[in-house]
């Protein structure tokens, strides 16, 4: 007969796939192209995903003198890609949307090859044998869902709007189960250092803060620098904590994995807090370039419904760059 943990296991791995592919759905392949076009945005992205935030995850483990299994828990948040949540919080913010959506995809997609690599070079002085196949099978859970997602965008942009409300759905449903396996069956979570959850807390703030003053040193405009910074700083909490429960076994896999679940607790808090902060930094101190950018945004953006169809006013990515264009354009 099968466990709670079994059945929480195999929840898991349904949030994984759903948020995956929901992911996926939202980018429009007209707008990751142009931002090749123009990569600015996505590489300071990029940077700031794979270069700053693994290497103050890294910083924490040693600042705070952490064992191999804390330490795997860490890093495997601060080199994994975002998540929906960041593209959510980006439109609360007024950041833009398109960019945010086009890192989480991107970053997403790349993570099958940067993950394992940074963690080899992170982690590559413990003496605990990292299981990287079984790893590199819980990431093609992330990126064929991915691409699924995209493929439909681009041939039934209908059911990805469905795709989307699923994953929505799903990222918010993960932070209860993400609560019942802190106290119900991971005991190490409950029981975790105070480091712990005060490394969940730095390693938000930090990232946003580092990712914010990289995409401001390149010279972005205020809403790329709101999607940089929110993109390195609200994580994808579900691939790691998936990655450790299929992983690793006994009382390594639930030390391993307090520091994802109670970063998926802490970081829902945090990102209200940073729209708030910034759209009153924007409504005190208004960007005249963001102007441009919104101005860009609603050229480029195309329907997708018939001139003659009921728009669909549910919450999906096309109204959330929509409503950012008429918002700033108001401003």
């Not at 693994?54 to 890609?81: H, I, Q, R, W, Y």
Request: hydrophobic fraction near 50%.
């Amino acid at each position: 007969m099968a466990t709670l943990e079994d059945v929480l296991n195999g929840v898991l791995i349904g949030f994984v796939v759903f948020i995956s592919t929901a992911i996926g759905s939202t980018v429009e392949v007209s707008n990751l192209r142009k931002h090749f076009r123009k990569p600015k945005g996505l590489a300071i992205g990029w940077v700031s995903q794979f270069g700053i935030l693994p290497l103050l995850a890294f910083a924490l483990t040693k600042v705070f003198d952490m064992n191999e299994a804390f330490s795997v828990g860490v890093l495997l948040v601060g080199c994994s890609p975002g998540g929906v949540t960041s593209q959510y919080f980006t439109y609360l913010a007024r950041g833009d949307v398109e960019l945010s959506i086009s890192m989480t995809v991107m970053s997403t997609l790349l993570s099958f090859g940067m993950l394992p690599a940074l963690l080899a070079i992170y982690l590559s002085s413990q003496t605990t044998t990292i299981p990287f196949l079984r790893m590199m099978t819980v990431l093609l859970l992330v990126v064929i869902p991915a691409c699924l997602g995209i493929f439909i965008r681009y041939k039934k942009p209908r059911a990805a709007r469905t795709v989307e409300k699923i994953g929505s759905i799903a990222g918010s449903a993960f932070i209860v189960v993400a609560v019942v396996m802190a106290f119900v069956v991971y005991d190490e979570t409950k029981n975790a250092p105070a480091y712990i959850w005060g490394g969940s807390f730095i390693l938000s703030v930090t990232g946003t803060i580092f990712g914010y003053g990289a995409a401001w040193l390149a010279k972005l405009p205020r809403k790329q620098c709101l999607a940089v910074c929110l993109e390195t700083g609200v994580q994808n909490t579900t691939l790691p904590l998936a990655m450790v429960v299929l992983s690793f076994e006994g009382k390594f896999r639930d030390q391993a994995a307090a520091f994802p679940i109670i970063y998926s607790i802490f970081v829902v808090g945090m990102s209200v807090i940073y729209a708030g902060l910034f759209r009153w930094i924007e409504k005190k101190y208004p960007d005249d370039n963001d102007m441009e950018i919104a101005s860009r945004n609603a050229d480029d953006l195309k329907p997708t419904s018939g001139a003659g169809e009921k728009q669909d006013i549910s919450f999906d990515a096309d109204k959330i760059v929509a409503d950012q264009n008429s918002n700033s354009a108001a401003v």
